[in-house]
């Protein structure tokens, strides 16, 4: 199976994810991410237990590329702390940019958000792929 495929069936496969698109009873940080251009609309919800994120759900619509891309988000950062979160939205950047390459330890960090990489060389697709990451980055930022 070639990289595209895999890329599109796990694509698919997040963005269909009905568990993570859920309201969150008294949210510590809910943060909306809006993209005009095509009509992107996701709203990140957080709930903190002390510094760890106990739970996080969207709500809102997008398309596959920004729901996956939410959904993964989701997975990568429960039960982790807010400093932790904070390192994937940046290595999720970081990756995003192609600046320089991620180390293998850094990929592992991302887990299936790496597949984003692939977006990454499509301009017109990067503002669905980071729309959510961008919420969280508003989110830790206001931790501080």
Known sequence: MNFEKIYQQTILEYSNRKDLKKEIEN?????????PNCG??????????????EDAA??????????????MLIDLIKGKTMEEAEEKVNLFFKMMKQEEKLTSE?????GDAVLMEYVANMPARIKCATL??????VITEKRK
């Open 27 to 35: 949210p510590d940080y809910v943060e909306r991410g809006h993209n």
């Open 40 to 53: 992107d609309d996701l709203t990140l919800e957080v709930k903190l237990d002390g510094n760890i994120i």
């Open 58 to 71: 969207f709500i809102g619509n997008g398309c596959a590329i920004s729901s996956a891309s939410t959904a």
């Open 106 to 110: 850094e990929q592992k960090k991302l």
């Open 132 to 137: 959510s990451w961008h919420s969280l980055r």
